[in-house]
């Protein structure tokens, strides 16, 4: 694994995912694998409160949510958080959608469901402990 992040206090990571296993699987991986905090939400209207009150180092969503869906809840976090790092875990969007996403500097990385968990988990590390350093988007890979 890449360089954990862990000088100082645990990041917090925000999941967003409709979906009760991925949830947990995901806050699993974050905390006892990356060491993280992390709240877990299933919807967009969640999740907004979250963003402005813990203010988290990253943000993991799912692109199909019931309501707000999650490109809506990333452009909201963007507006709300122009530096976080966002990750989404596409289950529709197609390889050109997610190109796309990441040239407009929308989306930091992607991992497609069903995600391979250890590949999820190195780009969550990754991305954790690059983003202190560099807030201006790089291109990661799918």
Same mark, same amino acid.
């Given at each position: 694994?890449?360089?954990?992040?862990?000088?100082?206090?645990?990041?917090?990571?925000? +999941?967003? %995912?409709?979906?009760?296993?991925?949830?947990?699987?995901?806050?699993?991986?974050?905390?006892?694998?990356?060491?993280?905090?992390?709240?877990?939400? /299933? /919807?967009?209207?969640?999740?907004?409160?979250?963003? %402005?009150?813990?203010?988290? %180092?990253?943000?993991?969503?799912?692109?199909?949510?019931?309501?707000?869906?999650?490109?809506?809840?990333?452009?909201?976090?963007?507006?709300?958080?122009?530096?976080?790092?966002?990750?989404? +875990?596409?289950? +529709?969007?197609?390889?050109?959608? +997610?190109?796309?996403?990441?040239?407009?500097?929308?989306?930091?990385? /992607?991992?497609?469901?069903?995600?391979?968990?250890?590949?999820?988990?190195?780009?969550?590390?990754?991305?954790?402990?690059?983003?202190?350093? %560099?807030?201006?988007?790089?291109?990661?890979?799918?």
């Amino acid at each position: 694994m890449a360089g954990h992040r862990l000088a100082t206090a645990p990041a917090h990571a925000l +999941i967003v %995912d409709d979906e009760p296993v991925v949830r947990l699987i995901l806050t699993h991986l974050l905390t006892t694998r990356l060491r993280c905090r992390a709240t877990a939400v /299933s /919807s967009g209207d969640e999740a907004l409160p979250v963003l %402005d009150t813990d203010r988290p %180092d990253l943000l993991v969503v799912d692109d199909t949510l019931p309501g707000m869906n999650g490109l809506d809840v990333a452009r909201e976090a963007r507006r709300r958080l122009p530096t976080l790092p966002l990750v989404l +875990i596409p289950a +529709i969007l197609d390889q050109q959608d +997610i190109r796309q996403l990441r040239q407009e500097g929308l989306i930091y990385a /992607s991992v497609r469901k069903p995600f391979d968990a250890e590949r999820l988990l190195e780009m969550l590390d990754v991305t954790l402990a690059k983003w202190p350093r %560099d807030r201006r988007f790089p291109h990661a890979t799918e």
